[in-house]
């Protein structure tokens, strides 16, 4: 029976998981990056208030204390990072150091490989500047939050949007993975527990089915105490009625 509950159902439950999981993998992929950028920009600005707060406590970084946990929130928050005097001595770094000092001469000094930059400034206050850059040779894209400590230090903060790319990507992956495998799984456990139902319903027709016919021999036999088994029970005592009811017209 092409129109049966028994196949309509479990196909309804199919249609409707996969319809949730093109729905989650779009959203996902639209708004995801938003969030996952959003985050690391708040995570950039929490850099710099630990290293504002490590540099207000101990000026030159000599106890290695402060060292360490400097070292862990750049680690923990997977920026780079420089500290440099007015002198143009390194006095901290973090990562690609080499890197980010050409980046302060380029700021700074306005060196000539900054040409082939492009930058958008998206936050800027007394404390520091947050712009977005792209390096048009690698065609690299960073957040850098820049600027100058009370202690006169100079600094450059920087996190990779291509790495977050990468990662959004693998984290895109999985879940739809993981979705797709809850999907599967769900739909069997879904068809495995409508059965309990539609199995019922199903005996039920047929037996209202040869009711129709005058065949009242065909009883409900299930154990469901639940309005399915109200049902049956209930057409149990029509059909002995009505056997009983057509028996009584034949004697008369």
Known sequence: MKHSIKYKLPILIIVIMTVA??????FGTAFIEKYYISHKKDVIVDVYNKMAQVVKEDKDLSESDNVQALNDECENAGVTIIMIDSSGNTIYEY?????????????IY??????????TIIEKNDNYTM???????SDQEYYELFGTLDSGYYFVIRV???????????TNKFYLILLISMTVVMT????????RYTDPILELATISTRMSNLDFDAKYTG????????????????SAKLEGTILELKKA
Do not use: P, Y
């Open 95 to 107: 990562g690609a150091g080499k890197t980010l000092q050409r980046r302060w001469q380029e700021m």
């Open 188 to 195: 069997i456990m879904m068809i495995i527990v409508t059965r």
């Open 110 to 119: 306005g060196a000539a490989f900054g040409a082939e930059r492009e930058r």
């Open 223 to 238: 154990k469901h105490k639940d309005e399915i088994g109200v049902l049956g029970n209930s057409m149990n005592e029509l």
């Open 131 to 137: 712009q977005r850059a792209r390096d048009l040779l």
């Open 21 to 26: 999981i093109a729905l989650a993998s779009t």
């Open 160 to 170: 990779s949007v291509q790495n977050m790319r990468e990662t959004l990507n693998i």
